[in-house]
């Protein structure tokens, strides 16, 4: 049998996307992707090569983050590339690094940025372009995580598009209840992806098939327990990274929880079953615990990136939650161990970053119930799909039986698209795998 080749595999899919993207004739190619395979690197290939076909294209982001984000990875691929970056009349509405690109021209007017090569900005801005002539292609980044009302926004200003999106991630974000649309195809809180296909179902879809971030520990549950119908490999084989510490352990559990991940990828740092409220402060004190010795035992990793070993700094280091308040709290209690520079954030927030170690509060740590909430399924795959080498998952005993006793007491929607696998399924999944990776520790 031939050896996967995760590169060629990658450079098979890029191409097929590319030749639909420049030849093909549907108005609409859609492209499933994991966590770290390249979805930046796709949208940024894919407008090159537009671009240099002569055909002037409009890329939408979510963000004004992956705006600014698009816009340096063109300026570095592609120095003399006319690209606009069109944004809003807020008093700072762009990276000041932009400022510095001699081939970006930013205006607060579409027209101010016609004839340029490509033009990039958010769809919340797109939306509120009129009277210019439509764009013969599109980009739309992270597609996922746009809902179906802003995609209907932006859709008369191009002819043909190219969606990017990775389906595992979190759904887009509503603040208005949307259970009146519930079941039909034009629901606007729906992903633009969903609705784009549930009108035109025969449009092109293919999936990148190589996650270049998730290790070999990692890529085949995230795989099978979040993209069951999209599966995927990963980038590199079990001998191409490692994790290693300086300084030996002191036998604590914090410290036994990180040899296990620097050997085998995953952690759980189990504390003792409890109910307890959301900021629960021993689980908060023991995410801090493990990052305070994720720095004090000098840990370097290696990677096919550099032949030489990497210091495990604060920058490369993430800790997860599912709430605000449970991040703040965290905050507090690195600063009170003299811990600087770790991002600290929700799946909200951390969704689309990439570390080389990240601490996770799980979602249903010590919680009497499994809402709605805790069990989507995007919400676990971001926390659990942001590390380069490892993954620590502090979380109170319990699980199991909880999930085990939870009631199925979701509404019935007649036309809605069972999502799968759901979160339970997930959620039971991951806890399993995780479970063989147990360090049990009673503060």
């Given amino acids: 049998m031939t050896a996967f080749d995760p590169a060629a595999a990658a450079a098979a899919a890029t191409d097929a996307i590319l030749a639909d993207t420049l030849h093909g004739s549907a108005r609409g190619i859609v492209v499933d992707s994991p966590p770290g395979a390249g979805k930046s690197t796709l949208v940024v290939r894919a407008a090159l090569e537009l671009a240099a076909a002569g055909r002037p294209l409009m890329v939408v982001a979510q963000t004004n983050a992956q705006v600014d984000d698009l816009v340096v990875r063109l300026a570095e691929k592609a120095p003399d590339l006319p690209?606009?970056?069109?944004?809003?009349?807020?008093?700072?509405?762009?990276?000041?690094?932009?400022?510095?690109?001699?081939?970006?021209?930013?205006?607060?007017?579409?027209?101010?940025?016609?004839?340029?090569?490509?033009?990039?900005?958010?769809?919340?801005?797109?939306?509120?372009?009129?009277?210019?002539?439509?764009?013969?292609?599109?980009?739309?980044?992270?597609?996922?995580?746009?809902?179906?009302?802003?995609?209907?926004a932006v859709a008369g200003l191009f002819e043909r598009a190219l969606f990017v999106g990775d389906p595992g991630q979190l759904?887009?974000?509503?603040?208005?209840?949307?259970?009146?649309?519930?079941?039909?195809?034009?629901?606007?809180?729906?992903?633009?992806?969903?609705?784009?296909?549930?009108?035109?179902?025969?449009?092109?879809?293919?999936?990148?098939?190589?996650?270049?971030?998730?290790?070999?520990?990692?890529?085949?549950?995230?795989?099978?327990?979040?993209?069951p119908f999209t599966p995927f490999r990963s980038g590199t084989g079990p001998e191409d990274r490692r994790l290693s510490f300086g300084v030996a352990s002191d036998g604590s559990a914090p410290d036994r929880a990180l040899d296990e991940a620097a050997t085998s990828g995953w952690a759980l740092l189990e504390l003792p079953a409890r109910h307890t409220p959301r900021t629960d402060p021993e689980a908060i004190g023991a995410l801090a615990q493990v990052v305070r010795r994720l720095l004090d035992r000098g840990g370097v990793a290696t990677s096919e990136r550099s032949p030489?070993?990497?210091?495990l700094?604060?920058?490369?280091?993430?800790?997860?939650?599912?709430?605000?308040?449970?991040?703040?709290?965290?905050?507090?209690?690195?600063?009170?161990?003299?811990?600087?520079?770790?991002?600290?954030?929700?799946?909200?927030?951390?969704?689309?970053?990439?570390?080389?170690?990240?601490?996770?509060?799980?979602?249903?740590?010590?919680?009497?119930?499994?809402?709605?909430?805790?069990?989507?399924?995007?919400?676990?795959?971001?926390?659990?799909?942001?590390?380069?080498?490892?993954?620590?998952?502090?979380?109170?005993?319990?699980?199991?039986?909880?999930?085990?006793?939870?009631?199925?007491?979701?509404?019935?929607?007649?036309?809605v698209t069972v999502k799968f696998p759901d979160g339970w399924e997930a959620m039971m999944a991951t806890w399993d795998h995780l479970s063989h990776h147990r360090v049990a520790w009673t503060p």
């Fill in 83 to 152: 690209v606009g970056r069109l944004h809003s009349s807020d008093s700072d509405p762009y990276d000041k690094a932009l400022d510095a690109l001699d081939n970006v021209r930013k205006s607060s007017k579409a027209g101010d940025l016609a004839g340029l090569s490509v033009v990039i900005s958010t769809a919340a801005k797109w939306a509120h372009v009129k009277d210019v002539e439509p764009w013969r292609h599109a980009i739309v980044d992270e597609a996922y995580q746009m809902r179906s009302d802003a995609l209907l």
């Fill in 171 to 227: 759904d887009p974000f509503a603040i208005a209840d949307a259970d009146q649309w519930a079941g039909l195809s034009y629901d606007p809180s729906a992903s633009a992806v969903t609705t784009l296909l549930a009108h035109n179902p025969e449009l092109p879809q293919h999936r990148l098939p190589v996650s270049w971030r998730l290790p070999a520990s990692a890529a085949p549950l995230v795989s099978a327990a979040f993209y």
């Fill in 308 to 311: 030489e070993p990497a210091p």
């Fill in 313 to 415: 700094t604060a920058d490369r280091i993430a800790v997860g939650t599912a709430h605000r308040d449970q991040a703040a709290a965290i905050r507090v209690a690195l600063a009170e161990l003299g811990v600087t520079g770790v991002a600290v954030d929700t799946a909200n927030r951390l969704q689309g970053r990439e570390f080389d170690v990240t601490v996770v509060l799980h979602p249903l740590s010590g919680r009497p119930d499994a809402t709605a909430f805790h069990l989507e399924t995007g919400r676990l795959c971001v926390l659990t799909s942001r590390h380069r080498h490892a993954c620590v998952v502090v979380c109170r005993a319990g699980v199991s039986d909880l999930l085990d006793e939870h009631p199925s007491t979701e509404p019935v929607q007649l036309g």
